[in-house]
C-alpha cells in the first residue's frame, strides 16, 4: 500500500510503524455498555461532519514531495502526483538521493524515471518504466477476505488510512473498539481525541498485532483529523511509537486543505531522542468530478485482469434514451395534432 515515507504503499509503512510503534499499553478494556457509549458520543459528534468531508473530497487530484532525512546529511526525495477516491488510488512517483555539499560544477541529480502504483477494491499492481517508453508490470496484488491493505495517507482528513477505512463507517465497523473520546488540545488547537483499538495479522513479521490509535480531530476545522498516534501491543515492550501530525491551509467556503504531513518517531523513555522521520509538502489538494472505476484497472494500461477477477458490467442506460426519445416524440405529436385542430376551426 501507499506508505508516507514514499506516500505511495502501505506495506512498506508498516514495516516503519512495525520498527517504531511497539509499546505496551497498561489499562483495562472498557465494558460492552461502556463501549457502546463511547461509539456512540463520538459519532453524534461527528458523523454529520465526516460525512461533509466526503462529500467535500469524494474525489480529489493531489501532487506532493516527501523528503526522508539520511545518514550523514543525504536525503531521499519523492515527488508523487495521482489521484483517488474513497475506494481507488493512483499514484505516479519518481525519487531522487539529495547529497550535502554538492558540488555546483558537477550535473545536478535527475529523478528517476516514474513509477506508477494502483490500488482498487479487488487488488494492487505497480508498472515499471521499461523500453521505448512503455510500461513493464511489476507485481500484482489480490486481495483476500482478510485484507489489511491501506489507503493512500493524503486521505488522512477523513479516513484511517492504514484500514482504508472511513471515520464515518468506523463508527459501525464491528472490529474496531472504542477505548477512549474526550478534550483535549493538539497543535495548540482545541481538539477531541479519539482511542481506539483493533487487530491485524502482520503478513511480514508472520504473527498478529494489537493496535491502538489516537485520532485528534479539530472541531474548529470542520472536524479533519489533525494527528495520528499509533501504538502496538507486543513483548519487547519496546517504549517506541510513530506519530502523523495533519497541518492545513484554512478555506473561506469549506473544509480545510492538507497542506503538510510530518512522520515522527518518538519515545516515551528518552523524548531527547524524538525525531520526524519524513516531511511531506502537499503542493495540490483539489476535489475533481467523479473518477470512472476503470481508471484504477490493468485493463486501462493495456493488461489483462488478474486471473478470477471480473468485474460486473456497467448497467446500460440506454433505455433513459428510449424514454427522453419517446416523450419528446409524444409531445411533439401532441403539439402538432393541436396546432393542425386549431386550423381546422379557422
Keep these: ?9 502501505h506495506t512498506t509503512m508498516t514495516r516503519s510503524i512495525v520498527s517504531v510503534a511497539i ?3 497498561v489499562g483495562a478494556r472498557p465494558t460492552e455498555a461502556n463501549e457502546g457509549e463511547i461509539r456512540e458520543r463520538f459519532s453524534r459528534d461527528y458523523l454529520e461532519h465526516g460525512q461533509l468531508l466526503l462529500k467535500s473530497f469524494s474525489d480529489v487530484r493531489v501532487r506532493f514531495e516527501t523528503a526522508t532525512p539520511l545518514a550523514g546529511g543525504r536525503s531521499h526525495v519523492w515527488r508523487t502526483e495521482g489521484r483517488f477516491n474513497r475506494h481507488n488510488i493512483l499514484l505516479k512517483a519518481t525519487s531522487l538521493f539529495v547529497e550535502p555539499n554538492r558540488d555546483p560544477q558537477q550535473p545536478a541529480p535527475e529523478f528517476k524515471p516514474p513509477t506508477i502504483e494502483c490500488s482498487n477494491q479487488r487488488y494492487k499492481f505497480a508498472l515499471k518504466p521499461g523500453t521505448n517508453h512503455q510500461y513493464v508490470l511489476d507485481g500484482v496484488y489480490v486481495f483476500d477476505s482478510t485484507r489489511t491493505i491501506g489507503h493512500c495517507t ?4 477523513f479516513m484511517d488510512w492504514q484500514r482504508s477505512l472511513t471515520f464515518c463507517d468506523m463508527t459501525s465497523d464491528p472490529n474496531t473498539l472504542f477505548l477512549d473520546y474526550s478534550d483535549c488540545t493538539y497543535q495548540q488547537k482545541r481538539a477531541k481525541c479519539l482511542r481506539i483499538q483493533y487487530s491485524f495479522f502482520h503478513q511480514r513479521a508472520e504473527k498478529p ?13 470542520h472536524w479533519a483529523c489533525i494527528g495520528l498516534v499509533l ?3 507486543d513483548s519487547n515492550q519496546n517504549p517506541g511509537y510513530g506519530e502523523f501530525v495533519y497541518h492545513y491551509e484554512p478555506s473561506a467556503s469549506g473544509p480545510p486543505t492538507l497542506k503538510r504531513i510530518d512522520n515522527w518517531s518518538r519515545n516515551t523513555q528518552k523524548p531527547q531522542e524524538d525525531r520526524i522521520t519524513s516531511t511531506t509538502d502537499v503542493l495540490e489538494y483539489v476535489p475533481i468530478p467523479p473518477i470512472p472505476d476503470e481508471e484504477f484497472r490493468l485493463t486501462k494500461f493495456g493488461f489483462p485482469e488478474p486471473e478470477g477477477i471480473i468485474w460486473e458490467k456497467p448497467k446500460s442506460r440506454r433505455y433513459l434514451w428510449f424514454l427522453l426519445a419517446g416523450g419528446i416524440s409524444l409531445t411533439l405529436g401532441f403539439l402538432f395534432f393541436r396546432r393542425r385542430a386549431r386550423a381546422a376551426k379557422m
Design 1 to 9: 500500500m501507499f506508505s508516507q515515507v514514499a506516500v505511495r504503499w
Design 23 to 25: 509499546v505496551l499499553i
Design 154 to 157: 493524503m486521505s488522512c482528513p
Design 209 to 221: 498485532f494489537t493496535m491502538i490509535n489516537n485520532f485528534y480531530f479539530a472541531p474548529d476545522e
Design 231 to 233: 501504538r502496538t501491543n
